[in-house]
């Protein structure tokens, strides 16, 4: 199938290759002339495992292409929306500004019978808005949500856990699960028949296929991160409890997480969560309850966002006050920039706001990571950055881990990191050290709330 992907930035770019990296025809259309001039080239605009690969080969087989011309989606099936949706500069909401000119520059070139899917994150409601102009194009819109993890992005598409499809009207009978069974009688019309054919060799391995309306389809990429934010954050507030009275918040969630109604993933105290999804996306959630008048519904977002907010500035409280004269003067490395591991994104990155923090308290913060520095030198110039981690390490007075690498958590003995620093005050701000390993290797250990 021919299809063309609107907006080739994270979302966009692992889309395009990744379909045509299971047959398809794909051609990614964006307006920044520099990225699609990469992206011809084979080349990566950002750091994603296995996204080289699969980019170089979709070019080489000829299967994808990259333009700036909107005019080349002409001729293709389904057009998918990939463009971002940031928080508005003003606000919480969504900035709709770049999915409402993709619509209007692809609007010319529709034929009768395409099929237009957004894939973006939007309130819900907007698709309902967006239908109008499409179906006069004689084009039909669904929504078709991504549910990718930076650093397993092409694995999430080629292989997800569930595709989710929103049409016009929900099915009538059924749960809206199709499983393939039945698609000899599906009509070659029906616009989410027409997406399983897309999705057909993930949906042959068993990937549940959904069909929903277009508002619940919106609905299941914000409610599924905003309960995911508040499974992190609820870990992160029984560590507040924790840190005053002694308890042991990894041995807590041990505990709770054997219970298979709450499961032990995302139960990770520590710093919290940030990048280019979460924090945005549970915030314009808010927004948008304010706006139908729900806003009592999910308020408890708010204290979400601010218990996050919250343990990034307890992660600089442990280190100002592990000196006894303060941070001042005082030389600390911060081990990671970006938000995780396997990504250099450093939008909203908690690692590098824990970075900044101790520079504005007078620290001389030095930062090293596997892939991100070349993003953090562009946003926060002000701070020192080292490639190598151990040179990072040499004459360091305190030692902070903020992005769980493998660099850092796995491979990073805590005797070698003694031989290299000036002092062994180390602040686990994931949590993910062996904490005996470093006290018995004659650091002074601090995690997050833990004794």
Known sequence: ????????????????AAMASIGHEVIGI?????KIASLSAGEAPFFEPGLPEILSEGIASGNLRFTTDMAEAKGAKVHFIGVGTPQQADGYAADLTYVNAAVDALLPYLNPGDIVAGKSTVPVGTAAELAPRIE??????????????EGWAVQDTIDPDRLVVGVASRPSTGSGIDDGSDASTSSATDPAEVLREVYHPAIAKGTPFIVTDLATAELVKVSANAFLATKISFINAMAEIAEVTGAD???LADAIGHDVRIGRRFLGAGIGFGGGCLPKDIRAFSARAEELGRGESVSFLREIDAINLRRRERAVHLV???FD?????????????????????????????????????????????PEALENARRQHPQLNYVDDRDEALRGADAVVVVTEWDEYRRQLSPEHAASLVAGTIVVDGRNCLDASAWRAAGWTYYGMGRP
């Open 136 to 149: 006069a194009a004689g084009a039909t819109l669904v929504w078709n949500p991504e549910f990718l993890r």
């Open 320 to 322: 100002v006050s592990a």
């Open 1 to 16: 199938m021919r299809l063309s992907v609107i907006g080739c930035g994270y979302l966009g770019a692992v889309h395009s």
């Open 249 to 251: 918040v990894t041995q």
């Open 30 to 34: 964006d307006v920044d002339a520099r």
């Open 325 to 369: 004269d303060g941070v001042v003067g005082k030389k600390v490395t911060v081990l990671g920039a970006a938000f995780k591991p396997h990504s250099d994104d450093i939008r909203d990155s908690p690692a590098l706001d824990v970075a900044v923090r101790l520079k504005g308290l007078g620290a001389e913060v030095t930062v090293t990571d």
